[in-house]
C-alpha cells in the first residue's frame, strides 16, 4: 500500500521534478562554461612556464579565497551583498550560475595547473625548434596533452559542481532540490520525494561519469597512456 | 657552415652561475658529419642547444652561412636547423604522419595535400611509411627515433642536430642510423651531433671535437687520417 502511495507520489511529481531538472542543468551548464573557459585561462596562466610575476600573485590570492571559503558564503556574497557593493540585482539564477561557475574555476584552474607543469619540457623545446608560435605550441601540442593527463580530475570536479548546484536552493531558485523540498512540503513524505532526487542527481552525474570513461577509453586505444615520457 | 665565435655560456642553477661553456670557438664544415665527444657534464649537449638557440643567452656568436640565429624569426631558424632530441620529444598524442606532417601546416602555412606528401615521402626515406598511423608509444626507440629524424627534417633544414642519438638503440639500429645520416649528408645537409658511442662516431664522423669541462679539448678531421692515439681524442676513442 505504502510503494503503491509512493509510486503514485513520483509519478504525479515527474512534471515539477523534470522542471526542476531542467534548472539545475541550465545552472550547471552555466557553471561548467565559466568553470572550463576560466579555469582553463586562468591554469595555463599560472603553470611554471607561463607565470607572470604580479597577474600571478593575484590569481593565487583568487584561488586561495575561492578554495578557502565555503561556497555557501560564496553564494550569499553574491546574491546578497554583491547587489549592495555595485548596485545590481541579481537574480538567484545569475546569482547561482556565477558562484558555481566561479567558484569551480579556482579548482579547475588548479587541476590545469598540475597538468601543465607535468608535461616534459622536452614537448615545449620540440616546438621552439620546429617554429611553433606560443598559441600553436599551447593549442596544438600541450593542452590537448593537458586535458587527457587531467581529464579523471578535471571530471571529478564537473562533477562535484553539478551537485553544487541544490545550494542555489537556500536563495529561493526553483531547481530540483527546492521543487523536491516544496513537493515534501506538501506531502509529507521525505524518503520517497528525497530518493527520487537522489535518483535525478545520480543520472546527471552518472552521463558526465560515462562521458569521462568514454573519452578514457579512446585515448588508451591511441595508445597515448602507455607513453613514458 | 656553422661559426662558433668565442662562444661562452653561463647557467643559473639554484641561484649558482654556473659556468657551461668557455671561449668555444670553432666551424663546422657543410655537408659534413661533425660529432662532439666528451665526458658527461662536458657541455656537448649545451652546445648544441646554443646552435639551436634552445639556450639563447650565450655570448658570443654562432653563424650559420654568416648569419647571426638570434635574429632570425622562428619559422627562418626552423627552416635553417633540425634537432633530434636524445629522448626524441615526439608528440605522444599524435600519429607518426601526424607529427611529421604538423609542423609543415603549422609553420609553413602549406594545403594539407602538400603536407602529407612531404610528410609521407620523408618517412618513406627512413623505412617508416607503413608506420604512419602508429602512435609513438607503439613504436621501438629505433623506429621512434627515425620518426624523431624525419619531423626534423619535415621543414628542410640544412643543418640537422642530433643529442646523443643512439642512447637508446641497439646496435644493429645504430648501424641503420649511421646509413641514414650518410646519406643525408650526400643531400647536402649538414649534421652535427654529440655522442658517447665510439664505435657509432668511428663509422660516422668527418670530423671529431674534444669537449670537456666546457672548452674543446681537441679536434680531428677524419679526412686528414687516422688519430693520434696520445692525443686526447685518441684516448677517449680507444678507451670507450
Known amino acids: ?229 | 657552415m656553422i661559426h662558433s665565435k668565442n662562444l661562452f655560456l653561463i647557467l643559473q642553477q639554484k641561484k649558482i652561475h654556473k659556468k657551461i661553456l668557455h671561449d668555444i670557438s670553432c666551424h663546422i664544415k657543410k655537408a659534413k658529419i661533425t660529432t662532439f665527444i666528451g665526458n658527461s657534464g662536458g657541455g656537448k649537449t649545451s652546445l648544441l642547444k646554443c646552435m639551436a638557440t634552445l639556450y639563447k643567452d650565450y655570448q658570443g656568436d654562432i653563424l650559420v652561412d654568416g648569419i647571426d640565429l638570434k635574429i632570425l624569426s622562428p619559422k627562418e631558424r626552423a627552416q635553417l636547423i633540425g634537432f633530434v632530441f636524445q629522448q626524441f620529444n615526439l608528440f605522444p598524442h599524435m600519429t607518426v604522419k601526424q607529427n611529421c606532417m604538423h609542423p609543415i601546416l603549422s609553420v609553413l602555412n602549406v594545403s594539407k595535400t602538400i603536407a602529407e606528401e612531404k610528410a609521407l615521402e620523408i618517412l618513406d626515406m627512413l623505412g617508416m611509411r607503413e608506420h604512419q598511423n602508429s602512435y609513438p608509444a607503439q613504436l621501438s626507440g629505433g623506429q621512434q627515433q627515425r620518426v624523431a629524424i624525419a619531423r626534423a627534417l619535415a621543414l628542410g633544414p640544412q643543418v640537422l642536430l642530433l643529442d646523443e642519438p643512439t642512447s637508446a638503440l641497439d646496435p644493429q639500429s645504430s648501424k641503420s642510423l649511421q646509413d641514414i645520416l650518410k646519406n643525408l649528408c650526400k643531400t647536402g645537409i649538414t649534421i652535427v651531433l654529440s655522442s658517447h658511442d665510439m664505435t657509432f662516431v668511428r663509422g660516422v664522423s668527418d670530423e671529431v671535437y674534444f669537449v670537456e669541462a666546457g672548452v674543446i679539448a681537441d679536434a680531428h678531421d677524419l679526412a686528414q687520417g687516422a688519430v693520434n692515439s696520445e692525443s686526447k681524442i685518441g684516448l677517449f676513442l680507444n678507451h670507450n
Not at chain 1, 125 to 130: G, N
Not at chain 1, 163 to 178: D, H, M, V
Not at chain 1, 186 to 198: E, F, S
Open chain 1, 1 to 229: 500500500m505504502q510503494t503503491h502511495k509512493s509510486l503514485q507520489l513520483i509519478i504525479d511529481s515527474l512534471p515539477l521534478l523534470f522542471q526542476g531538472a531542467c534548472m539545475t542543468i541550465q545552472v550547471a551548464l552555466g557553471g561548467i562554461a565559466i568553470g572550463l573557459v576560466f579555469g582553463i585561462l586562468v591554469g595555463i596562466i599560472q603553470s611554471k612556464k607561463l607565470k607572470i610575476f604580479g597577474l600571478s600573485q593575484v590569481l593565487d590570492f583568487y584561488i586561495l579565497v575561492m578554495r578557502g571559503t565555503p561556497i555557501y558564503v560564496q553564494l550569499l556574497l553574491v546574491y546578497y551583498a554583491l547587489p549592495d557593493i555595485l548596485g545590481i540585482n541579481l537574480s538567484p539564477f545569475a546569482a547561482g550560475v556565477i558562484t558555481i561557475g566561479f567558484n569551480s574555476v579556482a579548482y579547475i584552474a588548479e587541476t590545469v595547473r598540475g597538468g601543465m607543469n607535468a608535461i616534459f619540457d622536452g614537448q615545449w623545446d620540440a616546438c621552439y625548434v620546429l617554429g611553433y608560435s606560443l598559441p600553436a605550441t599551447l593549442y596544438h601540442i600541450i593542452v590537448p596533452q593537458v586535458i587527457r593527463a587531467i581529464l579523471p580530475g578535471l571530471m571529478n570536479e564537473l562533477i562535484v559542481l553539478v551537485k553544487e548546484t541544490s545550494i542555489i536552493s537556500t536563495i529561493g531558485l526553483l531547481e530540483l532540490t527546492k521543487i523536491g523540498t516544496n513537493i515534501n512540503a506538501r506531502a509529507l513524505d521525505p524518503i520517497t520525494i528525497y530518493l527520487a532526487i537522489a535518483l535525478f542527481y545520480l543520472f546527471m552525474t552518472s552521463i558526465l561519469a560515462l562521458g569521462a570513461r568514454f573519452l578514457e577509453t579512446r585515448f588508451l586505444e591511441k595508445g597515448y597512456a602507455h607513453d613514458t615520457q
